[in-house]
C-alpha cells in the first residue's frame, strides 16, 4: 500500500491541531492509505523545503506562520490568494497555492446564522490572520473598521483588499455602531489568557456579536465582554475546522466527515 501524505508547515509548528482532525477525518472514511504529519520548517529553508517535499512525493501541504505570505514565491498564486495576498493551502501535483481560511471564516459565520452583508464590522488587528477576514468580510459588502496599533497597516490592508473602510480607534470603535467585532490579534491566546483585544477602559458596545479567532481557550475575556453586554460571543474553533475541511476536499477530492473533525479538536483541547 502506497502511503499518501499530507501535512502542515510552520515555525513552531508543535501546537498545531491539523494532524488530529485530518488523521480522524481519514480513519472515519476508512482512507488508511493517507497519513497528516506536521513539519517544522525554519523561514530560511522554506524554498528548499518545500522541494524536497514535492520531491519525496508529498500531496500537498497546509502553510501556517510565519510562512504564508513568503511562500507565494514558490507556488503558483490562485486568484483568491492573490487578492487576498497569503497562502494556506498548497497543492504539489499542481504547484498550485490557495486560501482557505477566507470560506473557512465566511463558512463559520453562517453556520452561527451571522449575516455581514451591509453591516459595520470592526476587525481588531491588521495581521496575516485580518487579510483572509477582510476580504471575505468585504466580498460580503461589510463596512470594516480596522483597529490596530500601527494605523499605516491598517490602511494599506483596506487599500490592498479595495475595501469599503475606515482605520479607526478603540474609542472611536466604541461608538461606530457596529453589529460585528472580529478579533484578529493572538491576545486572549492560552497560555497568556489575561490578554484582551479590547481595553478595559474602553466602553464596550452593547448587545454587538464577538467572533474571536482564537479558539483556545474556548472562551476568552473578550468573548465574556460580549455577554456581559448582552452579546453574542463565537470562538475560533469553527474557521479552523472549517478551513481545514475545505483542505482536505483539495487534497482528496472527498468530502470531509465536519463533525469527526470537530469532535477530535475538542477532545483534543479538552486534553489540554
Not at 202 to 229: C, Q
Amino acid at each position: 500500500m502506497s502511503l499518501k501524505l499530507v501535512g502542515a508547515i510552520g515555525y513552531p509548528i508543535e501546537h498545531s491541531l491539523s494532524p488530529t482532525m485530518h488523521n480522524a477525518a481519514f480513519a472515519a472514511l476508512g482512507m488508511t492509505d493517507w497519513r497528516y504529519d506536521k513539519i517544522a520548517i525554519p523561514p530560511d529553508i522554506l524554498g528548499q523545503s518545500l522541494r524536497e517535499l514535492r520531491d519525496h512525493g508529498m500531496i500537498g501541504v497546509n502553510v501556517t506562520v510565519p510562512h504564508k505570505q513568503t511562500v507565494m514565491r514558490y507556488v503558483f498564486v490562485d486568484t483568491l490568494a492573490q487578492r487576498v495576498g497569503a497562502v494556506n493551502t498548497i497543492d504539489f501535483r499542481t504547484k498550485k497555492g490557495t486560501n482557505t481560511d477566507v470560506a473557512g471564516f465566511m463558512d463559520d459565520l453562517a453556520a452561527h446564522r451571522v449575516d455581514a452583508t451591509g453591516q459595520k464590522v470592526i476587525v481588531l488587528g491588521a495581521g496575516g490572520a485580518a487579510r483572509a477576514i477582510v476580504y471575505g468580510l468585504s466580498q460580503a459588502g461589510a463596512q470594516i473598521g480596522i483597529v490596530n496599533r500601527t494605523p499605516e497597516r491598517a490602511k494599506e490592508l483596506l487599500d490592498s483588499m479595495m475595501a469599503a473602510g475606515d482605520v479607526l480607534t478603540l474609542d472611536q470603535a466604541s461608538e461606530w455602531g457596529a453589529a460585528l467585532i472580529v478579533n484578529c490579534t493572538s491576545l486572549g491566546m492560552y497560555p497568556n489568557t489575561d490578554g484582551c483585544a479590547w481595553s478595559d477602559d474602553v466602553p464596550f458596545p452593547r448587545g454587538v456579536t464577538v467572533y474571536d479567532t482564537v479558539y483556545r481557550p474556548a472562551r476568552t475575556r473578550l468573548m465574556a465582554k460580549a455577554e456581559a453586554h448582552g452579546g453574542q460571543a463565537i470562538g475560533g474553533l469553527g474557521m479552523l475546522v472549517r478551513q481545514g475541511a475545505a483542505a482536505f476536499q483539495i487534497f482528496t477530492g472527498v468530502e470531509p466527515p465536519i463533525e469527526v473533525m470537530f469532535e477530535a479538536v475538542r477532545a483534543a483541547l479538552a486534553q489540554g
